[in-house]
């Protein structure tokens, strides 16, 4: 299984930004860290907030520094390909955030749906639902979104005679 990565942000439209980072690697392991936005970052948005639950005193009391969270993504990622379910979002969120330290990531992101087929694609999400449904998974936050985009890909790639009834 490739390494997922999924990022939460301030919201949607312009002038959003990171605000948490996770992602699960191909071995199982999982990382997630909130991130300190830069003094510039403003925007917010209360609809994403009510989605990943993730308050602006929420990240003012247990974000790390920019920096940090690049060092540690880069560290980890080096020389992967990287995958995400919202490319043009992720991307965007991603490169602000390594902007904001001038870094460059030492890994590449691509979007998931080059792993897929166009069958796999017609399935994969009404599978991740399913997932989300069967795992109990609440919680809107980016390593469980990872993971769980993560078994999504596994099971959509299972032979049909070994998927789960």
Sequence with gaps: MP????????GFGRGSYPIEIGFVEACGLPFCSLIQPAPDW???????????GISRDLLKRHGRPRA????????RLAGQTVYCDSW???????????????????FRLDDLRL???EDEARRFGPLKQQIRAEAHL???????????????LLR????ASAAPD
């Design 156 to 159: 959509v790639k299972q032979p």
């Design 3 to 10: 390494t997922i990565l999924d990022l939460e942000a301030s």
């Design 68 to 75: 940090w969270v690049v060092n540690e993504i880069n560290t």
């Design 42 to 52: 403003q925007h917010w948005d209360d609809g994403a907030e009510a989605l990943h």
């Design 115 to 117: 792993l897929l087929s």
């Design 88 to 106: 043009a979002h992720d991307y965007s969120w991603l490169s602000k955030l390594f902007d904001s330290v001038d870094a460059q990531p030492r």
């Design 138 to 152: 609440h919680r809107h936050r980016a390593s469980a979104d990872a993971k769980l985009l993560q078994l999504a």
